[in-house]
């Protein structure tokens, strides 16, 4: 089947605008007076340009066609970043298989004259013309705001569902420590105030939450007139996860506060002696500060905003003493997506735990490393 015939049947506005030598002065001026930029190139291997309107310099900071052409090779092929190719000519592919129907769309980076990179919105049609063979007409738009835009809401909703997971799970485990105690008044009170403290912490977040959304609707009114097998199955309220380590000394670097409670009455609890610190250099300070072999373990949370996890590790493992088989270190994550997962194990860490917090896993991973019974 020729190429040409696989185009959808209703396509005919697209159909009509069909390029020859004697349209293409009047696709030019009619190229220059649409919104955004706009590509003609012939589907060879070279993909080589028939034609480009100005937005197109625009888009890519230049001052002229020698330019353009200097940057690209005057090829679509030289519009699109290397690194997203692939997925464009899958988009081509699909619409010459008349999988996509009239237009293909696919967003993309591109890197402009001043070496900056863009992205790309990008709607194609794949066309024939008799006199310049297989072709397709493109239509560009610059959406680097719009996409940074997303990029940084996408962000926002993950710290703000992180922020959100740490009091929720501190007041789940604080609520089955104080039912492990139902017979101690004075260990009762403190786990349910500190499960009450972390109440308080969870409603100012959303709070904070209902204002921004509240400031975000009003801006927008404004512009319209201008782990799944780590399960704690203990229902009973007899949450104990005792362990009988001797003398076995725990080092948390963990800059949430609640988080830093909550990990050191974990541990307390299954009778580790435990230092806490808020920061990743703190870490690598207090191991510095002591003699080899002073901690048995290390708990380290990745997102600290100072030294993160991974670099503070990697500082670590530089120490005498502290190689991975001398000095477990254990990640501690709100995300467990496998590049995370990879990364904790590049930096040199042990293992990779995430959030939100179990007891029971935490105490059998520490006691797995330091060869205590799990």
């Not at 297989?134 to 560009?140: A, G, K, M």
Request: glycine residues 6%; proline residues 4%; contains cysteine.
């Amino acid at each position: 089947m020729q190429k040409e015939n696989r185009m959808n049947t209703n396509d005919f506005e697209l159909n009509e605008f069909v390029l020859t030598k004697k349209t293409l002065p009047i696709i030019r001026e009619f190229a220059e007076h649409i919104p955004g930029g706009f590509v003609i190139y012939q589907e060879n291997e070279n993909r080589d340009i028939i034609f480009i309107n100005n937005v197109i310099l625009d888009i890519y900071k230049c001052d002229t066609l020698d330019e353009f052409k200097e940057l690209t090779g005057y090829t679509f092929t030289g519009m699109v970043h290397p690194d997203d190719f692939s997925k464009v000519q899958d988009s081509i592919d699909a619409q010459v298989e008349g999988k996509h129907g009239s237009l293909d769309h696919v967003e993309y980076r591109i890197t402009t004259r001043d070496g900056k990179t863009r992205w790309i919105d990008d709607y194609g049609h794949f066309s024939h013309s008799e006199d310049y063979g297989d072709l397709y007409y493109v239509f560009l738009m610059d959406i680097t705001e719009k996409h940074l835009a997303m990029k940084a809401r996408s962000s926002f909703f993950f710290r703000m569902s992180h922020e959100l997971l740490t009091p929720m799970n501190a007041i789940s485990n604080f609520i089955k420590l104080a039912l492990g105690h139902k017979d101690d008044p004075s260990l009762l009170i403190e786990y349910l105030e500190k499960a009450d403290g972390a109440s308080d912490n969870m409603i100012a977040l959303i709070d904070d939450l209902v204002e921004i959304n509240r400031a975000s609707i009003a801006q927008k009114a404004a512009e319209g007139s201008s782990d799944p097998d780590s399960t704690l199955n203990d229902e009973t309220g007899n949450t104990q996860f005792k362990t009988d380590p001797g003398i076995h000394r725990v080092l948390v670097a963990e800059d949430n506060e609640i988080n830093q409670i909550l990990l050191q009455t974990i541990l307390e609890e299954a009778g580790f002696e435990v230092e806490t610190v808020d920061d990743g250099m703190p870490a690598y300070e207090m191991i510095c500060s002591h003699p080899e072999g002073f901690y048995n373990i290390v708990l380290m949370d990745i997102q600290m905003k100072k030294t993160n996890g991974f670099d503070a590790t990697r500082l670590i493992r530089e120490l005498p003493g502290c190689s991975e088989d001398e000095l477990p270190i254990i990640a501690l994550s709100a995300n467990s997506r496998d590049d995370d997962i990879r990364e904790s194990m590049e930096s040199g860490m042990n293992a990779h735990l995430a959030k939100p917090y179990d007891p029971v896993q935490i105490v059998s991973t520490i006691n797995r490393f330091c060869h205590l019974p799990i």
